[in-house]
């Protein structure tokens, strides 16, 4: 059975990672309507993931004979100045995340669950993909995407990581 205190910091981050969905869906309309439908593209794929990742959680607490929790989730920004800052916000809440998944791993260390320690590792490698897929990404706006917005919204879809390398089961 899962304790009370790990419950709620799980509880914690199915709120997180059902915001990052839905930011990565906020960002998905804007650069749709702003002509960028590559961007687009790797945003709907990312907010895909992000409820995976949710979902993962949220199975996860069930499991262990917790309760997860839905969440209302808040409304996040509609208007985005760039491309470029764009996905240095998407850097900035990955970094967010990242610090947010430690934080629950420190818990279950001091609390010793190692089972929930162990669900963790996942997500642990799953950040270091996305932060370095992300940093990736605004290199190359900052090579070609300045004088070129054309062929990095062309090309950005194929920045992806390919998928399965750290896919739900
Ligand atoms: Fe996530
Ligand atoms: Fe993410």
Known sequence: MIKKKIEDICNRQIEREGYSSNLYLAMAVWAET???SGVASWMY???EEERLH???FIKYVNERG???VIP???QPETEYKNIEDIFKQVLKHEEFITASINEIVSLTLEEKDFNTHNFLQWFVMEQVEEEASVKNILDKVRLVGKNNMYEFDRDVL???KPS???QPT
């Open 66 to 68: 917790g309760k997860s």
């Open 45 to 47: 794929a990312q907010a």
């Open 34 to 36: 702003s002509g960028f």
């Open 54 to 56: 949710m979902l993962r």
């Open 164 to 166: 399965g390398t750290a």
């Open 158 to 160: 194929s920045l992806r």
């Open 72 to 74: 209302a989730l808040k």
